[in-house]
């Protein structure tokens, strides 16, 4: 893996935002969106709209079958040679943070702490009650869709229960856009991982950076919708690019 002309336009940075997509889960066994074995080529995205997933007992249930039935299993996921790369750059003060749009947590269970994380579209761990606000444990609602209980409700209220990630027509969480925000500004250099770029406002934050003239770093398998703004592009995948990436950065002499 030559990693050498990124190295080169990465040396000199303290402070890289490194931004990630569904793509650096795929080797820990989560699979991407968009692929061939991708979740929209099961089921139907308008059940997840916001305003479908409110109004709409059915559309709740396909949602809580497709979180029952193809939902991250967390006993078995866990994070990969890419995930733990990007703590040993966190740890050698390389990074301004790490701005997310996965939902899976690996990135914290790898060892970055929450605040160098940006979940952009929240976290799959979690299920909150609309009307309360109460959270429980992902798994502790799926034993119970998992037992016939297939639009489950708050036990305390009676209100809807969702996952706590960000569906479809819904505004981003505050907390993370701030800090996704403090990443992008405080950046000397971008690296995207796994992402196909696509998907906004999350994008921006990658490329607000790069407008400033920051240089760019795109790690991923296939093209994405920013290559033309890449200043090195990897093709390859990221649990062999990134190790090697972070490896040979950080053996640089200052
Ligand atoms: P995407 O599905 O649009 O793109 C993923 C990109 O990663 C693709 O270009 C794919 O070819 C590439 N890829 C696949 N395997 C790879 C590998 N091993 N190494 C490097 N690249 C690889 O994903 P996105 O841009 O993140 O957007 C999809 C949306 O879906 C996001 O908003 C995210 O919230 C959500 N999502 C999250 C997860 C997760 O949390 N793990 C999984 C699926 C989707």
Redesign the pocket.
């Known amino acids: 893996m030559d990693v050498s002309a990124a190295v080169r336009v990465l040396t000199g940075s303290r402070r890289i935002l490194v931004f990630t997509?569904?793509?650096?889960?795929?080797?820990s066994g989560?699979?991407?969106?968009?692929?061939p074995d991708?979740?929209w080529s099961i089921v139907d995205p308008s059940v997840f709209w916001i305003d479908r997933y409110l109004s709409d007992a059915e559309a709740r249930r396909q949602v809580w079958k497709v979180h029952a039935e193809r939902g991250l299993s967390f006993d078995q996921v866990g994070p990969n040679p890419a995930h733990l790369a990007i703590v040993d750059l966190w740890k050698a003060h390389r990074m301004s943070g790490c701005v997310t749009?996965?939902?899976?947590g690996l990135h914290q269970a790898a060892g970055l702490p929450d605040e160098a994380v940006a979940e952009l579209?929240g976290n799959l761990r979690r299920v909150r009650c609309l009307s309360c606000g109460a959270v429980l444990r992902l798994e502790t609602v799926l034993e119970r869709v998992r037992s016939g209980d297939t639009d489950p409700h708050c036990e305390a209220c009676g209100g809807i229960l969702k996952a706590d990630t960000v569906l479809f027509g819904e505004v981003l969480p505050p907390v993370q856009i701030a800090r996704a925000q403090q990443m992008a500004d405080a950046a000397d250099a971008v690296l995207a991982?796994?992402?196909?770029?696509?998907?906004y406002p999350?994008a921006d934050y990658a490329l607000e950076p790069v407008r400033r003239g920051a240089p760019l770093v795109i790690?991923?398998?296939?093209p994405?919708d920013q290559d033309r703004w890449a200043t090195v592009r990897l093709e390859g995948?990221?649990?062999e690019i990134v190790p090697a990436l972070v490896e040979a950065l950080l053996s640089e002499r200052p």
């Open positions: 997509g569904a793509g650096i889960s795929v080797e989560i699979p991407d969106f968009r692929g991708g979740l749009q996965n939902i899976d579209h991982v796994g992402s196909t770029l696509s998907v999350a790690a991923n398998l296939g994405t995948r990221a649990g």
